[in-house]
């Protein structure tokens, strides 16, 4: 069983940076791919960012190409979200999400994808 606790979230000023974290536990005799979502209120969970377990296969939602970054260290079992330029329309709750993959450098990109994910962490961007 995959376990996902995010952290790192909170309020920042538009323009500002966050830097979240997931720590994942229950991939340690499989490969996990890794993404975060995001769900704005009254809003569907969207995709947000990808990344694959050897860490050199990513991809990102257009809306953050080029201002947000997905990294991982996989001795530490935890996945990484850089967020620069942070807009009010990156305000929202952020989910990590695992599935068990077969390939080192499998990645997901759709909900439906993942297995397992966070609570959640919310963000909160003031303009």
Do not use: H
Not at 60 to 86: C, H, P, W
């Amino acid at each position: 069983q995959v376990q996902l606790v995010e952290s790192g979230g909170g309020l920042v000023q538009a323009g500002g940076s966050l830097r979240l974290s997931c720590a994942a536990s229950g991939c340690t005799f499989a490969f996990c791919a890794m993404g975060w979502f995001r769900q704005a209120p009254g809003k569907e969970r969207e995709f947000v960012a990808a990344i694959s377990w050897s860490g050199d296969k990513t991809s990102y939602a257009d809306s953050v190409k080029g201002r947000f970054t997905i990294s991982r260290e996989n001795a530490k079992s935890t996945v990484y979200l850089q967020m620069n330029n942070l807009k009010s329309e990156d305000t929202a709750v952020y989910y990590c999400a695992a599935e068990l993959v077969s390939l080192p450098m499998v990645y997901r990109t759709t909900r439906r994808e993942y297995n397992y994910w966070g609570q959640g962490t919310q963000v909160t961007v003031s303009s």
